[in-house]
């Protein structure tokens, strides 16, 4: 199985910071990864696949980097609407998801 | 615009069968490239996935729920559902289905449906 890490598990930061998660993954899954970012009660919504690719809607200060085994998201200029949990998903060896990322209000 | 709607019974007994059925509405559960999965979240705990089973009707399982799980698919009805056998209090979660595009990711969830399991 593909175990996913994510750190850190929780971060505080204010509006207007920029914000870095990471996720590694415990053997290469190439470019097949994906994040979500999910708000209490509510489902999860996709902002990023293949590592970099924007999911349609989602704007422009989220990104993603990152290959093989090491990747990062990246939150700049973050938005009072950005506090959330987030979590990454490989999807190269059938789905796993990371232990999420909760983004908290400093 | 695609939309997936979970259903089926909010509470299970001890050592009884989960059943949910994921509606789907605006696409095709065929449809090629497709992926339909489960996923659930414990109560305050992180996203675990269940299942998935392909437009062509492969099945992939989380291999620790593996001897559990049973997906189907109901192309009639376009619909797809989960059966997991002997639950316990371990399985008390919300549940959502989702669907995966090929190489995009869950691009599409349902609203979940909380499933406790209680005698």
């Known amino acids: 199985d593909v175990q996913m890490t994510q750190s850190p598990s929780t971060l505080s930061a204010s509006v207007g910071d920029r914000v870095t998660i990471t996720c590694r993954a415990s053997?290469?899954?190439?470019?097949?990864l994906a994040w979500y970012q999910q708000k209490p009660r509510k489902a999860p919504k996709l902002l990023i696949y293949?590592?970099?690719s924007l999911e349609s809607g989602v704007p422009s200060r989220f990104s993603g980097s990152g290959s093989g085994t090491e990747f990062t998201l990246t939150i700049n200029n973050l938005q009072p609407e950005d506090f959330a949990t987030y979590y990454c998903q490989q999807y190269s060896h059938t789905w796993t998801f990371g232990q999420g990322t909760k983004v908290e209000n400093k | 615009q695609v939309q997936l709607q979970e259903s089926g019974p909010g509470l299970v007994k001890p050592s009884e069968t989960l059943s949910l059925t994921c509606t789907v509405s605006g696409d095709s559960i065929s449809s090629s490239d497709n992926y339909w999965g489960w996923i659930r979240q414990p109560p305050g705990k992180g996203l675990e996935w269940i299942g998935t089973?392909?437009?062509?009707?492969?099945?992939?399982?989380n291999p620790s729920l593996k001897s559990r799980v049973i997906l189907s698919v109901d192309t009639s009805d376009n619909k797809f559902s989960l059966r997991l056998t002997s639950v316990t209090a371990a399985d008390t979660a919300m549940y959502f289905c989702?669907?995966?595009?090929f190489g995009v990711g869950l691009g599409v969830w349902g609203q979940g449906t909380t499933v406790t399991v209680s005698s």
């Open positions: 053997q290469s899954i190439s470019n097949w």
């Open positions: 989702g669907r995966h595009r």
């Open positions: 293949k590592v970099s």
């Open positions: 089973i392909s437009y062509s009707g492969t099945l992939y399982y």
